[in-house]
């Protein structure tokens, strides 16, 4: 399956009394690179998405985003210390009969101590908290994954018109590059006439020349390469793997053989078919950058 290294993926869920989202997207890269925003409190958390994420894509350069919102778990628990309050009560009531002042005091005025309260923030139970993180982070992979495997077939499809263009090109080549050896040898024949009117003309030497001809300007086993790549092509985007880097160097070597076919040929006709061939091998280049 063709994927694109560029994809989109959310999910959002009420889990353990949190609203959980996570947002995962990439954009192409030569290797996974991660990259994450979360709480401080999650960070513990970070290694173990980064795992999850890389189980499931091999290239891309990927940022995850968590963000977390108490909904009903506890966040801290308050105790309080009530002998000291105790203490602070007692303390005021005898000041209160001392200085012969009302006694006024209220629960509200011990409040106002902040040593009577302490405040703890509420466990987690951090394994349950991972399982309830996890859960989101797999629905936003899931999704992540379909989005690049949408944009994958897209681009799949598009390289597949291109080599079905190049597979014609290749045999209009041929064609071309068949019918050349004989013109030659009629346009030497014909030249040498002129030159050598009163003379015998060599049939034998006419022979020779265009052998070396056909010799130096054979294009068959570049064609012939050229047909055998277009065919590994189709078999490797039909592959259930990452495949770019497969693709990235198939690509080069059909584009030097394409390179050798025009530096050959020395063939006007054939030079601006492979001229063609090159600019349609640079698009399906620069859409295998898309490709993980």
Do not use: C
């Not at 009531?93 to 006694?103: E, Y």
Request: charged share 30%; no cysteine.
């Amino acid at each position: 399956m063709v994927r694109s290294m560029t994809g989109y993926g959310r999910a959002q869920q009420e889990r353990g009394g949190r609203d959980i989202t996570i947002e995962i997207k990439s954009v192409n890269a030569r290797y996974f690179e991660y990259s994450s925003r979360m709480p401080r409190s999650f960070a513990f958390l970070d290694d173990r998405l980064k795992k999850l994420v890389g189980g499931s894509i091999s290239r891309g350069k990927t940022e995850l985003a968590l963000t977390v919102v108490n909904v009903s778990a506890p966040e801290a628990s308050i105790s309080v210390n009530m002998e000291l309050a105790q203490s602070y009560l007692d303390a005021i009531r005898a000041m209160s009969d001392t200085l012969g002042v009302r006694d006024d005091v209220t629960a509200s005025t011990l409040t106002r101590f902040s040593d009577v309260f302490t405040t703890r923030k509420a466990e987690t139970d951090e394994e349950q908290l991972w399982q309830d993180v996890r859960a989101v982070a797999e629905a936003a992979v899931e999704n992540f994954v379909a989005m690049r495997a949408a944009e994958g077939e897209k681009l799949k499809a598009d390289i597949l018109s291109r080599l079905g263009y190049l597979e014609r090109a290749v045999g209009e080549v041929e064609e071309m590059s068949a019918g050349r050896v004989p013109q030659y040898q009629e346009k030497l024949y014909a030249r040498l006439q002129s030159l050598l009117a009163d003379t015998g003309i060599d049939e034998a030497r006419i022979l020779t020349e265009a052998a070396i001809f056909a010799d130096k300007t054979a294009v068959d086993e570049e064609t012939v390469r050229l047909r055998s790549h277009l065919r590994q092509y189709r078999d490797i985007l039909e592959l259930n793997e990452p495949v770019g880097r497969k693709l990235d160097f198939l690509t080069q070597e059909m584009n030097r053989e394409t390179n050798t076919i025009g530096s050959k040929a020395q063939d006007l006709e054939i030079t601006r078919k492979v001229v063609d061939m090159k600019a349609e091998i640079e698009k399906i280049r620069e859409q295998i950058q898309n490709i993980e």
